[in-house]
């Protein structure tokens, strides 16, 4: 059809004529409305690339395909825009760095998701925010910058995932962002997303870091550099006390000053359009119409680990017997969509504190208001903070190779998400597990796109994964009590002093383990019978010119947040779908590794 002649169309005149030809076409092109949603026939668009989600991953594959001006990007978005009126100061709720509360609690620019009663965590539901803006989930997230250990992706190798080793990750690492303390063989300084050195203030910060001294384990002033274990000050992605997240760092600029890049918002995927075994296209939801858009390329789905399995699902690729059940033509049988899900479960061990320097008083309304103004005069003060700028990576028992036990130290009391009454003076650590062996999956509910899919994470499904969580609060409850903590140390508040035996500690572990919103590994890479990319081509398997580039393609969780990681991904996918010759491998850059794993520390 009408449409049709015109992808084949441009395909063949960008083949046949010049680049600076073809930046000429392409221009008139987009002046005379070819590309978008305003063609003649209003439902249909062409594009070289359709990207599927405005997350971490979608806007750095937008901006760097649309580097090349013979590429036309569609990049489709389900939830808003990041700025009002053209202004981040308007859209504070997201781009001051404290207020990242205020939208965990909001379904407004995040996707609210719940799993399934977890029968190992007292039947909870527990909650899942995941963002539904422009950015993503690095718009919403605490803004920490950790990439996990290097060891993560040599295991990512050995798990079938060809070239994600660390010596070829570490490139992409360092090509995705710029730091505040300036470029050296780990950190990047000339990438788009800024990563800010955090100033420490509040003493309690350093109390932490003390304690883990006094405690045994080692100082490190970079968890991204030579060493990851030990405590030390926790990077951050903001710049200049504002969240540098992906959509500022790759959208905000560059979709309105090029003609090849369109970013659209309110766009709900329902499907993959799929002829022939070939990915041609998406169909989609935006202002109350169903709309097509065909991709001469590729369509990339980089939805996240729960949206792009859903949409794989509903587009017909995934475990066949599943997709019949909710009468969804079969494409391809692929059992591993949305199997193979993990994510970081945590507890918070609070602590009163007994001197007046923690957050409490600034977490007053008529106090945030203060913080707030100076903020907005000149983004200075608290309020350019996330404040989690201490943390902790320590093995849990010997023979562990690398740490297993995250810390993410915070100078107050946060309960339920940031939704609970703050109560007390206090300070307290988010600790959890990095590698648990439980494995959870997702499934569609129905082949309604609109409706969430049932996840169930399947937390603390071994004995293995119990004990590292009691193992969790005993080491911190040892870090807490030495002599660093003596000046500020009241009475601990969580799992409090009645909380010792190892069945009491579990039942706390039941009553009040949450999840660290890092959702991963739903489409993974490799080439066993339940992996689903390719990791070379990142092609799903059977279908030509479908990709997946998100964390739902991580072959296993990685020791540490998942934004960075994430970032780096998206980077190196761009040199695999232009066909570039990847960045050098960073072969002779040095790796801790402990000088004995005789012992915990």
């Known amino acids: 059809m009408r449409s049709s002649l015109c992808l084949k169309s441009f395909s063949v005149i960008c083949r046949a004529v010049s680049k600076s030809e073809h930046t000429i076409i392409l221009n008139l092109c987009h002046s005379r409305n070819i590309f978008t949603t305003k063609n003649v026939y209003p439902s249909e668009s062409c594009h070289d690339y359709v990207i599927v989600g405005a997350g ?36 504070w709720k997201i781009h001051m760095p404290s207020a990242l509360m205020y939208n965990l609690c909001d379904n407004r620019y995040n996707w609210f998701y719940h799993t399934a009663p977890q029968k190992n965590l007292d039947n909870r539901v527990l909650y899942w925010p995941r963002g539904r803006v422009l950015g993503g989930s690095s718009s919403l997230n605490a803004m920490v910058y950790i990439r996990g250990n290097a060891l993560d992706y040599d295991r990512w190798e050995e798990e079938g995932a060809t070239g994600w080793d660390y010596a070829h990750c570490l490139p992409y690492f360092k090509k995705s962002t710029h730091h505040s303390l300036g470029e050296n063989e780990y950190r990047g300084g000339n990438g788009p997303v800024g990563v800010t050195r955090p100033l420490m203030n509040n003493p309690l910060y350093h109390a932490f870091i003390e304690a883990g001294k006094q405690a045994g384990y080692p100082y490190t002033d970079d968890f ?30 560059q979709s309105a000053a090029r003609t ?30 169903l709309k097509i858009a065909r991709a001469a390329k590729s369509v990339i789905l980089s939805g996240g680990a729960i949206n792009s399995p859903q949409i794989l699902m509903l587009s017909g690729v995934g475990p066949a017997n599943h997709l019949k059940y909710h009468g969804i033509n079969v494409q391809v049988d692929l059992p591993g969509v949305g199997q193979n899900l993990q994510d ?106 609109t409706q969430h899919p049932l996840i169930d994470p399947n937390y603390l499904d071994t004995e293995q994964d119990r004990w590292e969580m009691r193992q969790c609060i005993k080491l911190t409850r040892e870090i807490f009590n030495q002599p660093a903590f003596d000046e500020f140390r009241g009475k601990e508040l969580r ?21 660290t919103y890092h959702p991963s590994c739903t489409c993974k890479m490799g080439t066993d019978s339940l992996s689903v990319v390719d990791p070379v081509s990142l092609n799903v398997h059977g279908v030509s010119n479908l990709k997946v580039v998100d964390a739902s393609i991580m ?16 980077e190196k996918a761009v040199d695999v779908i232009r066909g570039r010759k990847m960045l050098k491998p960073a072969y002779n850059v040095p790796v801790y590794h402990p000088p004995t794993l005789q012992t915990q520390r």
Not at 68 to 78: G, I, K, M, N, Q
Not at 225 to 253: C, K, Y
Not at 260 to 268: F, R, V
């Open 56 to 91: 971490s991953a979608g806007c750095v594959l937008a901006n760097r395909l649309t580097e090349d001006t013979l590429s036309s990007v569609l990049l489709l978005e389900a939830g808003p825009k990041d700025t009002l009126f053209g202004s981040k100061l308007l859209m």
């Open 344 to 449: 970081h479960l945590e507890v918070c061990v609070q602590q009163e504190c007994t001197k007046s320097i923690s957050l409490y008083k600034w977490q007053q309304p008529k106090n945030m208001v203060k913080i707030a103004l100076r903020w907005f005069y000149n983004q200075g003060g608290l309020c350019g903070s996330s404040h989690f700028e201490a943390a902790g990576f320590i093995r849990s028992r010997a023979g562990v190779s690398h740490p297993d036990i995250q810390y993410h130290f915070v100078p107050c009391q946060v309960l339920d998400h940031g939704r609970g009454t703050i109560t007390h003076e206090a300070f307290q650590v988010h600790v959890g597990q990095m590698r648990q062996k439980s494995r959870g999956y997702l499934r569609l509910q129905s082949n309604d796109p």
């Open 260 to 289: 090849n890049l369109l970013a659209e918002t309110g766009c709900l995927v329902t499907r993959v359009l799929i002829e022939g075994g070939r990915a041609v296209g998406v169909e989609y939801r935006h202002d109350g119409q």
């Open 224 to 253: 991204n550099g030579f060493q990851q274990e030990g405590f030390g000050p926790m990077d951050s992605t903001t710049w200049n006390g504002m969240r540098s997240s992906a959509s500022v760092a790759h959208l905000h600029q």
């Open 555 to 570: 072959p296993s969780i990685v020791s540490g947040n998942l934004n960075g990681p994430v970032l780096m991904m998206a």
């Open 495 to 515: 799992p409090g002093l009645h909380c010792n035996a190892d069945d009491e500690l579990d039942q706390f572990v039941r009553q009040f383990g949450d999840s």
